[in-house]
């Protein structure tokens, strides 16, 4: 029974976690690119949000023929879920990260 332990345990230790050295190597092959589109998401939500919530106004003013009433609902609508999006994504992430850590020094203020 042993012997059929050995593959698998084998196939175990080539899936362990990457060292510190494989991990700077896969920063080093990031694109210069990445700092800038780290957020892009954030913009593309905010763009989106409003563009289909107007859009979807401009097709309930059509249907119901109420001109300008739901374009500008979906035009607000969609600027404050915008907004949340930014909040949430900058705001409240940042609230939740861990304050210490590794990367991340202690500032002379902060007790140890």
Do not use: C, W
Not at 22 to 36: G, I, N, Q
Not at 56 to 84: M, N
Not at 90 to 109: A, C, D, I, N
Request: proline fraction near 8%; hydrophobic fraction near 35%; avoid cysteine.
């Amino acid at each position: 029974m042993a012997g059929f332990f050995k593959p698998l345990a084998g196939a175990l230790r080539r899936h362990e976690r990457p060292s510190v050295q494989a991990k700077d190597d896969e920063e080093s092959k990031r694109s210069p690119l990445a700092p800038y589109l780290k957020y892009s998401h954030v913009g593309l939500q905010f763009f989106l949000s409003i563009g289909l919530f107007t859009g979807a106004g401009i097709l309930l003013d059509k249907r119901l023929e109420t001109l300008p009433l739901f374009t500008l609902v979906g035009l607000v609508l969609g600027f404050g879920g915008g907004l949340y999006s930014l909040y949430r994504e900058f705001v409240l992430r940042r609230e939740t990260r861990p304050k210490s850590g590794p990367g991340r020094s202690k500032s002379p203020s902060e007790p140890s």
